[in-house]
């Protein structure tokens, strides 16, 4: 069936440097890209998404890269900073997008040290 | 923005009980929603696609007559965890797509801490 890998399970990082989490997918009819930051106890949110016709997408520190051809897509984070401490998921939509049905990876605890 | 509310936050019940959470989308109208259950520590598991007005779709493995999804109107879906035991234990989230985002965004609930003692 289908499935999204997710890697590294656990990063930590100084607080100013880069992050990158990175996802392959399994289904080739996987259209849509999105990564959700979770905080403990709290619902996740989705920070940014990317759709398949585009290769890269960014919104100031936070950076999305698909490779179709691999079925790789990753996220970037810019001067990670304390507050972006959280688990990260990564999510491919199963099939086409239009059921709206997603597989999530297994998720990345991300610490930012002060 | 898309907002979507569950209730209650957290239960705590008997063994054997049944348990009822509901999911609403607050401010636009959700034909479709999903529940997922999420242990510690682990990934979002999709546990069912509810439709209004239709029957559920169930994921693989996930007991239809143990989790009983009803989705009546189009702002309100309800889960029930029937005869609840220890291993249901869980956080359990809904989320929905507000039908004109166009974009296939989910939009999550806080998440409902379910304990079973």
């Known amino acids: 069936g289908e499935n999204v890998e997710q890697h590294p399970s656990t990063l930590s990082v100084q607080e100013g440097d880069s992050a990158v989490i990175k996802c392959t997918y399994s289904?080739?009819?996987?259209?849509?890209f999105p990564w959700y930051k979770q905080e403990l106890g709290k619902r996740p949110q989705l920070i940014i998404d990317?759709?398949?016709?585009?290769g890269e997408k960014k919104d100031q520190r936070i950076a999305v890269t698909l490779n179709k051809t691999a079925k790789h897509f990753s996220l970037h984070i810019t001067e990670t900073q304390p507050e972006d401490s959280a688990v990260y998921f990564c999510?491919?939509?199963?099939?086409?997008?239009?059921?709206?049905?997603?597989?999530f990876g297994q998720g990345t605890t991300l610490q930012v040290k002060p | 923005g898309a907002v979507v509310s569950q209730h209650p936050s957290w239960v705590i019940c008997k063994s054997g009980t049944s348990v009822k959470i509901e999911c609403r989308s607050l401010?636009?109208?959700?034909?479709?929603m999903f529940w997922y259950r999420q242990f510690p520590k682990q990934s979002l598991m999709l546990m069912a696609t509810?439709?209004?007005?239709?029957?559920?779709?169930?994921e693989q493995g996930v007991e239809k007559d143990k989790f009983l999804i009803n989705h009546a109107s189009l702002t309100l879906s309800t889960l029930t965890v029937t005869s609840a035991h220890p291993e249901d234990s869980s956080f359990y989230i809904c989320?929905?797509?507000?039908?004109?985002?166009?974009?296939?965004?989910?939009?999550f609930g806080p998440g409902t801490r379910l304990t079973v003692l």
């Open positions: 990317i759709r398949s016709n585009v």
């Open positions: 289904d080739s009819a996987s259209n849509y």
């Open positions: 401010d636009f109208q959700a034909t479709t």
């Open positions: 989320s929905a797509i507000p039908p004109s985002s166009g974009r296939n965004e989910q939009f």
């Open positions: 509810s439709n209004e007005g239709s029957k559920a779709t169930y």
């Open positions: 999510a491919a939509s199963i099939g086409s997008s239009n059921t709206g049905k997603l597989i």
